[in-house]
């Protein structure tokens, strides 16, 4: 077959193959035409999962009657006047409106500001009609209709109306936390009325996040906002202990535009790395501004991607901002736990309780470094408590945030009074993650204490293994574990970390060597570090079963509040939980 020049429709067609993949790309195509056209309210319409209809109106600045059949034609757009390095619209590629028109009927009805009427042009199947006057409102309405009918291949992979009608609010959802002075309605047959309120003033972002993300999510995340060379990060990060089983709520913008990048999702993974297990992920929105030259988005189509000028700033940034506003935060558990028991007490009809935890960061009480005094605490001791202190000490125990310690119950929790709550906490999450803080600080400076064992403890492994645990012999001895190989396919343990007290040592060292073993890759040696140093406290902590005094249930309390990032365990999980009296009067229905 002769080379030839393809027909206009088929390039289009080519050309929607990678822009119009599905009706969510058509939805968030003419969502940003509506953005970039100035527009305060957008009402989106949607029939069949968006392949019988979409249909989306704004109250932008409209067409003009002359432009309308350059706005549907190839590589035109009114976006590119400061060139292709300096872009500050969502389009920019002029393809988005003939790339619909090949694959579906588009019909566009449109007014200006100062015209007396509009005008309108259909394209069917990549065929344009003469533009035609028509009547209607100031801004465009745009109607796509039988989506891929012109490339039934595509058809055919469409999901079910349903999966497409969720990816299109998904696909809102994320632009419109960009936007939050912009009215959205999401609406059809298809599915049940989204509609986001403007929210404007200072604080639009987290009114247009709770919106979007649920008000569970803004009184459970802390604010980020942090500036590097240029670059301004802004947004949200959920605490620890409130982590989801996947990372599709992670949300990125970068001017303004909904982005997907592995440099950021990679970023926040390791930001959280030491706080939450390898399964768990924050729920973050993370918004970017930055001077449209240092940022590349003309990378795919689609416009999801973007490649930074200095990806290794904007990794620092990410990484540096969310692990200091973590550790700003001290102490702090979720407050889902305490209101899913809540609603586990409630009788029909009572009020729901607000949030009950705190966010101040909490000034360390002069006791003694963990490491130190912490095991010879937890030494079991004769059982219970409960006896009151002095007054005086007692009344000052209370104004702690964790308050002070009234009794231990089921051998794991500790119940403690504070001026105006309840704390419950579990006594094995919360020394697991205390160990883990002191192995980390032994990390980064002196290396943590180790116990001699009487007799060498001779542990057979395979060789490999053996191999790997000797090469990592330097870090561990940091860590108080000492050990060497001793022949093959064996190594001799012959000291191990003293806060682990008693432990079982061909436990630990199996462990460990699995451990290294699953992460001898590219990561940081302080990430491996950290995994190491988790892996340790799981095997040191305070078993649940193990009964407290008062003092040491108090010594536990006040380490806490000392220690950042223990209102989580090791595994993402609440150490503790705060019922305020306030709740409790309701519960009793005092209230
Ligand atoms: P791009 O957005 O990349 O410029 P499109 O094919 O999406 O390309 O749109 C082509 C042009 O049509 C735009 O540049 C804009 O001038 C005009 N246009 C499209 N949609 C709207 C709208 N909702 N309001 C005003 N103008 C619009
Ligand atoms: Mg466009």
Redesign the pocket.
């Known amino acids: 077959m002769p080379i030839r020049q393809l027909p206009d429709t088929m390039i289009n067609q080519i050309a929607a193959g990678e822009v119009v993949e599905r009706p969510a790309s058509v939805v968030k195509?003419?969502v940003?035409?509506?953005l970039?056209?100035g527009?305060t309210r957008i009402e989106i319409a949607t029939a069949g999962g968006g392949l019988g209809l979409i249909r989306?109106i704004?109250d932008?600045?409209?067409?003009a009657p002359d432009?309308m059949a350059?706005?549907?034609g190839r590589h035109?757009?009114?976006?590119l006047d400061a060139g292709i390095d300096e872009i500050h619209?969502?389009?920019?590629?002029?393809?988005?409106?003939?790339s619909i028109g090949s694959v579906a009927r588009l019909s566009?009805r449109?007014r200006t500001a100062n015209a007396d009427s509009g005008s309108e042009i259909r394209v069917e199947g990549g065929v344009a009609s003469p533009v035609k006057p028509a009547a209607t409102n100031r801004?465009?309405t745009?109607e796509v209709r039988d989506l891929f009918f012109a490339t039934p291949a595509r058809l055919k992979f469409m999901k079910s109306p349903r999966a497409e009608a969720a990816a299109i609010t998904d696909v809102v959802k994320r632009i419109a936390m960009a936007f939050p002075a912009v009215r959205f309605v999401l609406s059809g047959t298809d599915r049940s009325t989204l509609e986001l309120a403007p929210a404007g003033g200072d604080n639009a972002m987290p009114k247009r996040i709770a919106q979007v993300l649920g008000d569970d999510f803004i009184d459970n995340a802390l604010e980020i906002d942090a500036c590097r060379d240029g670059v301004r990060l802004a947004g949200y990060i959920s605490i620890p202990s409130y982590s989801r089983a996947t990372a599709q709520q992670q949300y990125a913008f970068v001017n303004g535009r909904p982005i997907r990048d592995k440099l950021v999702a990679g970023a926040v993974r390791g930001a959280f790395a030491d706080i939450l297990p390898r399964d768990r992920h924050a729920v973050t929105a993370l918004f970017f501004t930055l001077d449209p030259a240092d940022v590349d988005v003309n990378v795919h189509p689609a416009k999801a991607d973007v490649r930074f000028r200095d990806p290794g700033l904007v990794r620092g940034l990410i990484v540096g901002a969310i692990r200091q506003t973590l550790s700003a935060s001290g102490i702090r558990a979720s407050t889902s736990a305490a209101s899913a028991m809540m609603d586990a007490f409630r009788t029909e009809g009572a009020p729901k309780s607000g949030p009950v935890a705190w966010r101040q960061p909490y000034a360390p009480p002069p006791a003694g470094g963990f490491a130190e005094a912490g095991q010879a605490l937890f030494e079991a001791g004769p059982t219970l408590s409960a006896p009151v202190a002095e007054p005086e000490v007692d009344a000052a125990l209370k104004e702690a945030p964790l308050g002070a310690a009234r009794a231990q119950i089921h051998e794991n929790y500790i119940v403690a009074q504070t001026a105006d709550s309840l704390v419950i906490v579990d006594q094995h999450a919360a020394h697991e993650r205390l160990v883990y803080e002191a192995l980390k600080r032994g990390l980064e400076s002196r290396p943590v204490a180790a116990q001699m064992l009487l007799i060498p403890e001779v542990i057979d492994m395979p060789e490999e293994d053996a191999e790997r645990l000797a090469a990592h012999a330097e870090l561990l001895a940091r860590l108080g574990l000492g050990l060497e190989r001793f022949g093959p396919g064996a190594v001799a343990v012959r000291e191990t970390p003293a806060m682990l007290g008693d432990t079982d040592v061909v436990g630990l060292v199996r462990d460990l060597a699995d451990e290294i073993a699953d992460n001898d890759t590219a990561e940081t040696l302080r990430e491996r570090l950290n995994k190491v140093a988790a892996t340790m406290a799981c095997h040191g902590s305070v078993r649940s079963g193990r009964r407290l005094k008062p003092d040491e249930m108090n010594a536990l309390l006040r380490e806490m509040e000392a220690t950042p990032g223990s209102g989580t365990c090791n595994h993402g999980r609440p150490t503790y939980i705060e019922l305020k009296l306030g709740d409790i009067e309701r519960l009793f229905g005092r209230r």
């Open positions: 195509e003419l940003e035409n509506a970039d056209a527009a989306v704004d932008g600045g409209g067409i432009e350059l706005a549907v035109c757009t009114s976006k619209t969502l389009g920019f590629r002029g393809e988005a409106l003939p566009i449109s801004g465009t745009v």
